[in-house]
């Protein structure tokens, strides 16, 4: 049971549509499976290499049993056939999903010849060898069958002992037929699968001729000649010169690359020094200002050394409070020793009168001196 869950998260996946924009709907991511090595180590056999079925009647599963579950020993044996030339992962999921049509499935892969397909479909690029190996090596594929016909008979599956066909339910058209399992439909043996959306053999085959000068181009440079490349003299010299160009252009495309950067990181550095430049320009201009300015430092260092060159030079005026010449307190008086009468008593100074005592003071002293 847990491998048919794991399984139906795997089928949930659906390859995206060419063009879409990247985006998963709900429910179609993929969960979280357990860490394990479930990868085989031989290719899937041939069916003409197996050993003979034993002699049991061959009888059919139906689907109700099938679905419930078969016994180990009777798997449901589950028939898948193509061209599958350039095999790719559409062709791998076809087969995941026929492998996990069932919880016991035994898968039975038939691969037509070349001269059926050719016949029937068209020119392969690989040939029925490369195909043949190719789903050998696919790891939901338990069987083989070489040379498969191009429409199921009941010969053929009762050969091979088929429960089931598997293939997407689109009617197939071919060989004269409106849809070549018609009748395996009609028998109730159809198990329907989904075509991987995006990818299929003619689309790669398409993109290759779209794009036919590149991988000629591609295939010269690597060695191959242009007789291998079935290419003529004047278009492998057409090639040549191609590439030559090519080189030139991928020459300048990088030294424009280089240049562009070049000059953006000259941007980026000249971005860099004019920032710092308008930085230290504003501090500059800041302490310029600070300094000249109108209401700078130096303003005031002038006016407060203008102020003290005036204090230094104006005379300093005696305070109002400081007693005059004539407020002073007399000078001790004394005698001349050659005036033996006493005097009278000095009168008081006058500015009108010019005659001195006999008392004569200290200052009186003084200015007879001078």
């Not at 060898?129 to 338990?142: Q, T």
């Not at 699968?193 to 000629?216: A, F, N, W």
Request: hydrophobic fraction near 30%; charge should be neutral.
């Amino acid at each position: 049971m847990e491998a048919q869950s794991s399984s139906g998260l795997l089928l949930s996946r659906k390859r995206k549509r060419d063009g879409s924009n990247g985006e998963t709907e709900e429910g179609e991511r993929l969960g979280k499976i357990p860490r394990c090595t479930v990868g085989l180590k031989h290719p899937a056999p041939f069916a003409d290499e197996l050993v003979p079925a034993d002699d049991k009647p061959y009888e059919r599963v139906s689907m109700d049993e099938a679905k419930r579950g078969t016994p180990l020993e009777r798997p449901v044996r589950v028939y898948a056939d193509g061209i599958f030339d350039v095999f790719h992962s559409g062709h791998a999921r076809a087969l995941m999903q026929a492998k996990c049509l069932f919880p016991n499935t035994h898968l039975i892969v038939g691969v037509c010849s070349d001269d059926l397909t050719h016949k029937y479909k068209g020119f392969t690029v690989m040939n029925e060898d490369e195909r043949y190996d190719a789903i050998r090596h696919c790891r939901y594929v338990d069987e083989v069958v070489r040379n498969a016909p191009w429409t199921l008979t009941p010969e053929f599956l009762a050969r091979h002992r088929i429960d089931f066909v598997a293939h997407d339910d689109i009617p197939y058209s071919s060989a004269g037929s409106d849809d070549v399992y018609k009748h395996i439909k009609e028998a109730g043996m159809f198990a329907p699968t989904q075509r991987t959306e995006g990818i299929s053999t003619s689309d790669i085959i398409t993109r290759i001729v779209r794009d036919y000068d590149v991988y000629v181009r591609r295939n010269l440079q690597r060695g191959y000649t242009a007789k291998e490349l079935n290419v003529s003299f004047i278009n492998e010299k057409k090639y040549h010169l191609q590439e030559r160009v090519d080189k030139v252009k991928r020459k300048v495309r990088d030294v424009e690359e280089k240049s562009k950067e070049f000059v953006q990181k000259v941007e980026e550095k000249s971005i860099d020094l004019i920032q710092k430049w308008e930085e230290k320009s504003r501090e500059f201009i800041g302490n310029f200002l600070q300094m000249f300015g109108p209401e700078g430092a130096l303003k005031h260092m002038l006016k407060e050394g203008k102020g003290r060159m005036l204090q230094a030079i104006s005379p300093r005026q005696s305070p109002n409070s400081s007693p005059t010449r004539e407020e002073r307190s007399p000078s001790p008086t004394f005698r001349l020793p050659f005036f033996t009468k006493t005097s009278p008593p000095p009168s008081p100074p006058s500015h009108h009168s010019g005659a001195r005592g006999y008392l004569i003071s200290d200052d009186d002293d003084e200015d007879d001196e001078n």
